[in-house]
């Protein structure tokens, strides 16, 4: 075990350690534990949004999935830069304007209904659980990796961490300890991406050269196909990742952390800036670690590629860059995890104990404790699914999570805002239309059944034929919604216009 990670690692721990101590002694009420009291900065935020965003899937898993795919492996990084033009255009502003602590919030601003709130939370925790079974998976491995214990052991090590920073600093400290790794992260991906361009004198006209023989795909790498050769399946995941960012609970919670629209906005132009120049970098370490670390040992390190971008830190930059980028890495999981427990917390504790259970009548005291023991459950439930999970890839695994975004979310909160005619109904069948459908195809899906055994987690023929089946659920979503307004009497237009005021201009009677 070299003693330069194990220094690099303790620092960082120690470095999120501080701000959860701090964090914790200004986390005083609800409103500061849930969304930091509404206090931070158009900046801060989109740092912390940014910090949110660029997850294991985005170091770990794309990195691994360029060098493995090639060219189907950039798709991530392109849908995941493109989604943020939803968020900014139809999402950012109205959401902020209606809500206060949770999606949920958000809904009843237009449907005061104890179902529309419950169904809204069940998603909610639905798509954390899958977004936080691939930060563990990441987490594990990398672990794993360094300092050579089992996979299981280094699980229950980030589990614990995450549950710590949820548990005693709230949105205060997870939102600095983004900001942290935010800023160490992209420095990472800079000094990584400049190493690689060195070593063909800045050219990348040669990189692309040199890239077409160093993999068994020859110059077919470059092209889309290797992975996703149906192009059915390619438009499925893009339909994911475009749309699932502005349905994923833990970004849409940032937007309560800023005192109003226009600062949600300038958060979303901060994130978009900052998201944008990494996602072009991965590409930079996809190719390098194709071409220095070669597909055979990524695959060896990992089934799912996801030690790619580690594996070339060392190769390019010795012990002293891989120690510097495992640690970066093990501080954006740790990062990311703590967001996507406290959006799960606040789900459960705050929508269905505090509104639905309580009635609105809980007390801070009361809240806090609920969001404290949520927190708990979270982690340990997500921690039992990731042991299962070990072989597959965080991106992929994070794709699944958009796609229920997407077709669960994202249809009721367009049409909450934009369509004047819906309703309870509509926004209850939305929901379970999205939510449900997308879970019953991926349980058929190749994700799940494959006759390579090996290639998925059981053994058989998948009977739906894609691996991301967003291109039915989100219209399943869109039309559960639909058909539930219409075939519902129930109307209050008065209702939507003060609605449809406050959601474009922040201003309530």
Known sequence: ????????????????????????????????????????????NGLAIAGDYLSAASF???????????????????????????????????????????????????????????????STITIVLFYMIAQLVGAG???????????????????????????FGGMIATSW?????????MAGMVIISFIVLMKFNFNISAMFTEVKTATSHGADYLNPGIKYKDPLGTISLMLALVLGTAGLPHILMRFFTVKDAKTARSSVITATWTIGIFYILTLFLGFGAAIYVGQSEILAANPGGNMAAPLLAE???????????????????????????LSGASAFAHDVYGEIIKKGKATEKQQMLAARYAALGVSVFSIILSLGAQYLNVAFLVSLAFCIAASANLPVILYTVYWKRFNTSGAVWAV???????????????????????????????????????LVSVPLGFLGGYLGTIFSKEHDFERYAKVKVRANTGYNE
């Open 1 to 44: 075990m070299d003693p330069i990670v194990v220094i690099l690692f303790l620092a960082i721990v120690a470095l999120t350690l501080v701000i959860t101590y701090y964090a914790a002694k200004r986390t005083k009420s609800t409103g500061d534990f849930y969304t930091a009291g509404g206090g931070l900065t158009g900046w801060q």
């Open 60 to 122: 770990l898993g794309i990195a691994g999935a360029i060098a493995l795919q090639g060219f189907d492996g950039f798709f991530y990084s392109i849908g995941f830069l493109i989604a943020y033009l939803v968020v900014l255009l139809l999402v950012a502003e109205p959401l902020r304007n209606l809500g206060k602590y949770t999606l949920a919030d958000m809904i009843n601003s237009r449907f005061d209904a104890k179902k529309v709130r419950g169904v809204a939370a069940l």
């Open 141 to 167: 491995a990398l672990i794993q990796l360094l300092f050579d214990i089992p996979y299981w052991v280094a699980v229950l090590i980030v589990g614990v961490m995450m549950t710590i920073y949820v548990l």
């Open 177 to 185: 300890v983004q900001i942290t790794k935010a800023v160490l992260l």
């Open 315 to 341: 190769a390019i930059g010795g012990n002293i860059l891989f120690a510097f980028i495992s640690a970066v890495a093990f501080a954006t999981i740790l990062a990311v995890v703590a967001g996507l427990v």
């Open 432 to 470: 379970i239309s999205g939510l449900g459908s997308a879970l019953i195809l991926v349980s058929m899906s190749p994700s799940v059944f494959s006759p390579v055994e090996g290639a998925a987690l059981f053994v058989g023929n998948p009977i739906f034929p894609l691996d991301n089946p967003a």
